[in-house]
């Protein structure tokens, strides 16, 4: 019986050790970003005029500080596995930036993101749908 007591518990501590890896940030917790170009879905591609214009930042807590041209904003994320990627509602400053600005268009697609992959040393975010996909390179 003293055996059985000793087991329980350590069972219980890996079962919650899985369940808090099930919905906590993986992989990408304290990386910083930024846009290398948008591929979208029908095959047209966007590149910035300076990519340091277009930043992310993921956090262990899972939250998240981005840049898109002459906006900033905050958010959060989530990563259920691996490569699964989700953000949540993202805060959002709402200046005008200037004509050939990228920004309305990550943003339309922002909530559309569901995957991710590092490869090469960069960072692709792929949409649902195959409705394109962000690619970045390391912030300096």
Not at 11 to 24: M, S
Not at 88 to 113: F, I, M, N
């Amino acid at each position: 019986m003293h055996r059985r007591a000793q087991i329980r518990p350590a069972v219980f501590a890996a079962a919650l050790a899985l369940a808090a890896c099930a919905t906590a940030p993986v992989g990408l917790g304290g990386t910083a970003w930024q846009l290398v170009k948008f591929q979208g879905g029908d095959g047209q591609t966007l590149v910035p005029d300076d990519g340091s214009k277009y930043t992310i930042e993921f956090f262990a807590d899972g939250s998240v500080a981005m840049r898109i041209d002459c906006n900033r904003g905050r958010g959060s994320w989530k990563s259920a596995g691996p490569n699964n990627l989700e953000f949540g509602p993202l805060a959002l400053t709402r200046a005008l930036c200037p004509v050939g600005s990228l920004h309305d268009e990550l943003v339309r697609q922002w909530p559309y993101v569901r995957s991710y992959v590092v490869r090469d040393g960069r960072l692709f975010l792929s949409m649902m749908a195959d409705g394109g996909t962000i690619e970045f390179e390391p912030a300096p």
